[in-house]
């Protein structure tokens, strides 16, 4: 993998759920430019049949790979990747794929009660990739799977300033809390990078505190675990870009991305 300063970091999402691991990205690869890219000609992706997906994925990736030439891309969305990371790698071998998968194995380490649930989209609850991970590394745990139809766009609304309606969210995460013999869910998995900018409105509206486990910490680490770091800080300004498939965003999606330091292309 080269070190060219000239090639960047390139974060994938749906819609703007990704931001969440960009943010973290940042902190820890500050020497490093990136290229957002929201695929929101395709969001939300939990409506798509499985092949037609992967096809649309393998696809946007030739063009992408091809157009920008980046250092490594960061697949900062769980159903783009429990879906289709093994035939990206298969397809792109030369290029290095960091994925995002359910925090299972890290709540199954940190629960005290032994009773967790992943909160996520449909796709990902019915992936055998999730399923895999809880045999893998959560079988001494009860793991609750939650899929929510709703929610990845309730938080594109909510962190574009947009109302949610509060009933409406509780509906969605009430399934995550449940009792067995006294014990009570401690962690619900966040497997969805939508959701954590929706975290304190859960806490808000959460029965009972619980850890809502966010991965993109987690999958920062892995990525610069992954690039070489570079000697120097990139100089002056940042060049920072976002691509959206749909092509120019409204205007609150424009004002958040340039929120975030992205110049929209």
């Excluded at 005290?112 to 990739?129: D, E, H, M, Q």
């Excluded at 969805?192 to 959460?206: D, E, G, S, V, W």
């Amino acid at each position: 993998m080269t070190n060219d300063i000239s090639k960047p970091v390139l974060v994938f999402d749906s819609g703007i759920g990704g931001l969440t691991v960009l943010r973290e990205l940042r902190v820890l690869m500050p020497e490093r430019d990136f290229l957002y890219v929201a695929d929101d000609a395709g969001f939300p992706y939990g409506g798509w049949a499985e092949a037609d997906l992967r096809a649309r994925l393998l696809d946007l990736f030739g063009q992408l790979l091809a157009d920008h030439d980046p250092v490594v891309s960061v697949i900062a969305c769980n159903t783009a990747f429990t879906l289709a990371g093994a035939d990206l790698r298969a397809a792109f071998p030369n290029h290095t794929f960091v994925g995002t998968v359910p925090a299972i194995k890290p709540a199954a380490e940190r629960t005290r009660s032994g009773l967790i649930s992943v909160l996520a989209t449909p796709g990902t609850v019915k992936r055998a990739y999730t399923r895999d991970l809880i045999q893998s590394f959560a079988s001494q745990c009860h793991v609750r799977l939650v899929g929510s139809e709703n929610l990845a766009r309730m938080a594109e609304d909510y962190i574009r300033g947009g109302t949610v309606d509060t009933a409406a969210v509780t509906a969605e995460i009430e399934q995550c809390f449940y009792e067995q013999d006294g014990r009570k869910t401690d962690i619900v998995v966040l497997a969805c990078t939508h959701y954590p900018f929706m975290a304190n409105l859960f806490r808000k509206l959460a029965p009972w505190p619980v850890d809502w486990l966010d991965p993109a910490e987690a999958i920062a680490r892995q990525a610069r675990r992954l690039v070489p770091a570079l000697d120097h800080l990139r100089p002056g300004l940042h060049l920072d870009r976002a691509i959206l498939t749909k092509g120019t965003p409204d205007f609150s999606t424009r004002r958040l991305l340039q929120g975030f330091g992205l110049t929209v292309q």
